[in-house]
Structures are given as C-alpha cells and as structure tokens.
C-alpha cells in the first residue's frame, strides 16, 4: 500500500488529523463511526419536535446504530480470522446495511476480493459501498480504493473518472499519484509527469513524494 499522507474531518470542523496510508483513513473513519455511533443516531432526530417523540426515537435509532456496529465489528473479525462462510455473511451485511457500517463492510469485503484477485468483484463491492456512504471522506477513501483497482484491470479512462470524484486539499497527493498511473498506462507520459509533479509539489508526505519523484526519473530513463 502506497504511503499517503490525508486529512480525516473526525474531531469537528476545525480540527483535522494527518494519516500515513489509506488503511489509517479507513481505521480513522471506523473508529468514528464506532466510537459516535449513538451521537449521529441522535442527530438525526434532532428535528422532532414532540418530546415524547423525541424520547422514542432517540432510543431507537441509539439501539439500531449500536446494533449495527456490534454486527460490523463481529462480521469483520471473523472476516480477518478466516473463519468458514465469513465472506459470504460479510456480503449479505454489506448488501443489507444501507449506511456507513455497509460501506465500511463493503470496503473490507472488497479487500477480500483483492488478496483473491478477484478484482471484478472487489469493484462491484466498492460500489456498492459508495451507494450506501454518506460521509463524503469514507466516499473519497472509497473511491481511491476503486480508481486503484481500475488502474489494474486497465481501465484507465474509468480509473480518471473515478479520481475526478475525489475532492480535498488531504487527498490530493494520493490523486496524483493514481492519475499518473492512469494516464501512465494509457501511454500519456506528459501527462503522468504533469500528475505526478503536481503531487510532488502537494502536500505528499515525503514516502510519496519521494515515489513520485522517482517515477518522473523514470519516464526520462
């Protein structure tokens, strides 16, 4: 896994926390959404008005989010354990949560599907996971995960559009990098040295941009 430098939005608007790697990103979002699940639940229903109403749902959606959680760590460990018929439960969690805790399990059934290469499949997860995020940096972390995968099924024009979608100061230096594969394999080597001098003058931490600064050496080789 490339070593990346991102902003994670997770203490509140104005602090901002700085990540290695895109598995940091995916651990940072995780334990957020684990850690605060009853705080967002409540959030929700802020808006009703009835303070009996109010109670009600509170408690509910405090009981859903807490459930599901429960339900993703469990499926999740049993994932990473190797446990017989895991994957194919992680799946039918995925599938059925249409909320972070979906796209959460989606993205490591996709990596499941990776370490396979099955990469048809692990697309088809991220995907799916897309639909069923909200949070627009877990959307971000998806879809490098999904532009990645592109690039190796040599689908670099998809790969493009996919990187198109990801926005943030945080995340720039990983799109440059991935778009500098991109175009790289599509035979655009101006373009890639475009991308990658661009991720080298961004806010990379010095791994990556030491990488990129190697990749641009090589284009002249």
């Not at 439960?89 to 995925?94: D, M, S």
């Not at 035979?187 to 600064?213: F, H, I, T």
Request: charged share 25%; net charge neutral.
């Amino acid at each position: 896994m490339l070593r990346t430098c991102a902003l994670y939005w997770a203490k509140g608007k104005n602090s901002v926390e700085m990540y290695e790697n895109e598995n940091d990103q995916v651990d940072a979002i995780k334990r957020f959404f684990v850690e605060n699940g009853k705080a967002l639940a409540v959030g929700v229903i802020l808006g009703v008005g009835a303070l009996v109403g109010w109670r009600y749902w509170n408690s509910h959606q405090a009981d859903s989010a807490r459930d599901a959680s429960l339900t993703y760590e469990n499926t999740v460990s049993a994932i990473r354990a190797d446990q017989p018929q895991t994957l194919a439960a992680a799946e039918k969690f995925a599938a059925d949560n249409k909320n972070t805790y979906g796209a959460l399990a989606a993205l490591e059934v996709a990596q499941q599907f990776v370490d396979k290469n099955e990469l048809d499949k692990a697309a088809a997860q991220l995907t799916q996971g897309l639909s069923a995020a909200s949070d627009e940096n877990l959307k971000a972390v998806i879809n490098l995960r999904l532009a990645r995968i592109q690039v190796q099924q040599k689908k670099a024009d998809d790969a493009l559009k996919t990187l198109d979608t990801v926005k943030g100061e945080g995340f720039a230096a990983i799109v440059a990098d991935l778009r500098g594969e991109a175009l790289l394999s599509k035979g655009d080597k101006q373009g890639a040295r475009s991308a990658w001098e661009a991720g080298v003058k961004s806010n990379a931490s010095p791994a990556l941009s030491e990488m990129m600064q190697m990749k641009i050496n090589n284009l002249s080789v």
